[in-house]
């Protein structure tokens, strides 16, 4: 082979020396990802550790730190046998399918810049994934959990995890979107919607309740450091932002409290939020919107939960259900 300049890159604990093209490649791909499709940081982040390991599998696999070059010589065993290596490590399914997927778009992304042309990754067949579905709670017990906290003597500490709670059931919000909030930003008087940026940078408008609105007042005329318009909504106990790890204690504490199943989290919440619009009559179209699905695939997962739902309720309540 011809002589390499090669860097030293790190992919979890292993030091990777990659060829200047195809650490060069991959930093470009990662921009593109960035600047122009929009994707999420921690997407990139995944995208970027995926291609990392598959380089560190090749540097094995091959015996020599692989080029741009060697790329395009890949055949599909080679992919495969990334995957058996991936899933020795314990890579789970949804793992290594999501790692694939990145891989096709690293190579579709080659091949359009005219770099390196190689399909063989697109005859590999992805990872089954199990089939499933969100895990909402039962109305009472989501309104239980917006409602009472137990755990603080702390009124302006109780009273903001109310206002986060309330706004992730209320409002159907990731826990990143609720915590990335602005004082600014903050539905209150008559502000009654949100404009929330989520995955990928797309944004949405979702309604605020009343009792939201409510929930987060209150929060701010008990919090006791002074809010800039600029500075995050919500403050951990120290003043400085409130970290997601905090709300998903306050749910481990929660399940103990009030016999919520394990599944029940603070996206639980969101997962409620949509399946309870559902069983009142909402309509998909509008859930979708309200959740910020790019696909409408992605939202129509909440209807085979109300399916469950209503088969529960039929086999309680049908008298000849239990085939008497």
């Known amino acids: 082979m011809t002589s390499k300049t090669q860097k030293s890159r790190k992919a979890g604990q292993v030091e990777l020396a990659l060829d200047t093209d195809l650490e060069q490649a991959i930093a470009n791909w990662l921009d593109h990802l960035e600047r122009q499709r929009g994707l999420a940081d921690k997407t990139i982040e995944a995208y970027g550790r995926d291609a990392r390991q598959f380089v560190a599998f090749l540097t094995t696999h091959l015996g020599y730190p692989p080029a741009l070059a060697d790329l395009a010589r890949l055949q599909p065993k080679d992919f495969r046998a990334f995957m058996a290596v991936r899933r020795k490590a314990g890579a789970s399914s949804r793992s290594l399918a999501r790692t694939m997927s990145a891989l096709r778009t690293a190579f579709a992304y080659l091949e359009r810049r005219d770099i390196v042309r190689n399909r063989a990754i697109q005859t ?26 137990p755990f603080t003597e702390i009124d302006w500490i109780a009273a903001r ?145 109300d399916r469950v739902r209503l088969l529960h309720v039929y086999e309680s309540a049908h008298p000849r259900a239990s085939g008497n």
């Open 124 to 149: 590999v067949a992805l990872p089954k994934i199990p089939h499933a579905i969100p895990k909402p709670l039962a109305v009472d017990k989501a309104m239980a959990v917006v409602e009472d906290q």
């Open 161 to 305: 995890d109310i206002a986060v709670l309330t706004l992730l059931y209320g409002s159907g919000l990731r826990i990143s979107e609720a915590l990335s909030l602005t004082v600014r930003e903050a539905p209150t008087g008559l502000r009654d919607v949100l404009r929330v940026v989520g995955k990928g940078g797309k944004e949405r408008l979702v309604p605020v309740l009343p009792v939201a609105q409510e929930a987060i007042l209150r929060y701010l005329i008990l919090c006791p450091y002074t809010l800039d318009a600029d500075d995050p909504l919500f403050l951990g106990a120290k003043g400085g932002p409130l970290s997601p790890r905090i709300i998903q204690l306050l749910m481990q504490k929660l399940r103990d409290t009030f016999g919520l199943p394990a599944t029940a989290t603070p996206h639980a919440l969101r997962h409620s939020f949509a399946t309870h619009l559902l069983g009142a009559g909402a309509d998909l179209r509008q859930i979708q919107e309200l959740l910020g699905h790019a696909s409408l695939s992605t939202t129509q997962i909440y209807t085979e939960v």
